[in-house]
């Protein structure tokens, strides 16, 4: 017996055959728009979300105006396009720590 046969030897219909068929629009022209209306709601909010004054205060001390170093971003396009850009692991987890040690010693005054 090969997988997919019924028990009387015939084989049992596809997933695609099992569908029914798309309808099409009636009416519908080359040019007329058919709208197709959801099945299903959006779900409701599960959870509500507030900013900390801690991390409105971080959000703008990066920059002023929003603006960003486009030279800056250019450069560092070009060092990774051309394969000479090396990232230096050191600074990067001295910067992590420290940051870390900020945020914990702020919480550390906070309570």
Do not use: C, W, Y
Not at 46 to 59: G, M, P, Y
């Amino acid at each position: 017996m090969k997988i997919g046969n019924g028990p009387d030897g015939s084989a049992s219909p596809t997933k695609a055959e099992q569908r029914p068929a798309a309808r099409k629009p009636e009416a519908a022209g080359s040019n007329d728009i058919v709208r197709q209306t959801p099945t299903a709601s959006a779900p409701a909010p599960s959870a509500q979300v507030a900013i900390s004054s801690t991390a409105k205060l971080a959000a703008s001390a990066g920059s002023e105006d929003g603006s960003f170093d486009a030279a800056k971003v250019d450069r560092i396009s070009k060092a990774i396009s051309e394969g000479k850009f090396t990232i230096n692991a050191n600074a990067i987890a001295d910067k992590l720590v420290a940051n870390a040690q900020e945020l914990l010693s702020a919480r550390a005054n906070k309570h």
